[in-house]
């Protein structure tokens, strides 16, 4: 950080003392990386069939992007050929109900995989959710997430990418390698963090702390 950031920085801290800091670009240009595993998101309606009607979700800790956690509260989900149980729910509730889920899991439940966004739930496919008072049956929600790269819209000017743009991200060590067709989510109110699933993260032997860099296509 240069003087005039470092003073830019202070300046702030003292007209808005209750502001949180931004998480800045780091100066070696680096971005870390988030590990999901299979999880679910629930809508108040399908959390109030689940487990009952008012039911509020129960904190366990927070995650790297701001206002989001991880509860308490699990559920099984259940295809055509199979069932797999402990999905994390995450929190808050949203409108509608969304289940990200790894590739290899299509072929144990007997569903397709459809390779999205999160929030891009056109044409994905149904599943049955079961929970602890109650079950649930949805036509569609069900995605193996995309990776991408959360950032906020000054990051993206710093790294010289903006939202929606598919880059690379490049992984050092002895099982590093390059991961192509990475989205940038440039969004208000974001924690800068790479997101990956287990199986990725898996294949190039890829640990909490790990970081990559982006590699313009």
């Given at each position: 950080?240069?003087?005039?950031?470092?003073?830019?920085?202070?300046?702030?801290?003292?007209?808005?003392?209750?502001?949180?800091?931004?998480?800045?670009?780091p100066e070696d240009g680096l971005i870390p990386v988030g590990i999901s595993n299979r999880h679910i998101h629930l809508s108040q309606q399908a959390l109030d069939k689940l487990f009952g009607p008012g039911y509020q979700l129960t904190k366990l800790k927070d995650l790297s992007q701001p206002g989001q956690y991880a509860c308490k509260e699990t559920?099984?989900?259940?295809?055509?050929?199979?069932?797999?149980?402990?999905?994390?729910?995450?929190?808050?509730?949203?409108?509608?109900?969304?289940?990200?889920?790894l590739q290899?899991?299509?072929?144990?439940?007997?569903?397709?995989?459809?390779?999205?966004?999160?929030?891009?739930?056109?044409?994905?496919?149904?599943?049955?959710?079961?929970?602890?008072?109650?079950?649930?049956?949805?036509?569609?929600?069900?995605?193996?997430?995309?990776?991408?790269?959360?950032?906020?819209?000054?990051?993206?000017?710093?790294?010289?990418?903006?939202?929606?743009?598919?880059?690379?991200?490049?992984?050092?060590?002895?099982?590093g390698g390059v991961l192509n067709n990475v989205v940038i989510r440039a969004k208000a109110n974001s924690g800068l963090e790479c997101h990956i699933d287990t199986e990725e993260a898996n294949a190039l032997g890829v640990i909490p702390g790990t970081k990559i860099t982006i590699k313009k296509n």
């Open positions: 950080m240069d003087n005039y950031d470092e003073l830019l920085s202070v300046l702030l801290e003292r007209l808005n003392p209750g502001m949180p800091a931004t998480k800045k670009v559920v099984m989900i259940c295809g055509p050929k199979g069932m797999i149980g402990n999905i994390r729910i995450l929190g808050p509730v949203r409108p509608e109900t969304q289940i990200e889920i290899s899991d299509t072929f144990k439940l007997g569903i397709p995989g459809a390779l999205r966004l999160s929030g891009d739930l056109q044409d994905t496919p149904g599943i049955t959710i079961v929970g602890p008072s109650g079950s649930l049956e949805i036509d569609k929600g069900v995605i193996v997430a995309q990776r991408h790269i959360h950032m906020l819209p000054e990051d993206a000017g710093r790294f010289g990418v903006q939202d929606g743009e598919v880059v690379s991200i490049a992984f050092s060590g002895k099982r």
